[in-house]
Nanobody, 124 residues
Framework: QVQLVESGGGSVQAGGSLRLSCRAS????????MGWFRQAPGKEREGVAA???????TYADSVKGRFTISRENDKNTLHLQMNSLKPEDTAMYYC??????????????????WGQGTQVTVSS
């Protein structure tokens, strides 16, 4: 069964760090454009970071300089290193792929395949 499984969420205080992981059931998935998204209660899902096949990255302005997206091809795993966390980063975080081998756009509508999510809670 083809799937994406997130892990690494939890509760931290403001200023802390977390590393999210997204393991793909097939190696081919992780080589496509991959993205991290989040959704807070009562808000729309939004893009956080995207990683294209060629290694280029895109970040939301709200996380630039604090979050880093990366990929371990040999482990079929996508990561999101989150530093200097803020209460406003609290959300359910999802990884997704758009099955694209080209440009990678941080737009929810372009990603048809999603994991189940992992919760991140940042307290002040």
């Amino acid at each position: 069964q083809v799937q994406l499984v997130e892990s690494g969420g939890g509760s931290v205080q403001a200023g802390g760090s977390l590393r999210l992981s997204c393991r793909a059931s097939e190696n081919s998935l992780i080589r496509f454009c991959m993205g991290w998204f989040r959704q807070a209660p009562g808000k729309e899902r939004e893009g956080v970071a995207a990683l294209a096949r060629d290694g280029s990255t895109t970040y939301a302005d709200s996380v630039k300089g604090r979050f880093t997206i990366s990929r371990e091809n040999d482990k079929n795993t996508l990561h999101l290193q989150m530093n200097s966390l803020k209460p406003e980063d609290t959300a359910m975080y999802y990884c997704a792929t758009d099955f694209s081998l080209g440009s990678c756009y941080l737009a929810v509508s372009r990603f048809p395949f999603w994991g189940q999510g992992t919760q991140v809670t940042v307290s002040s």
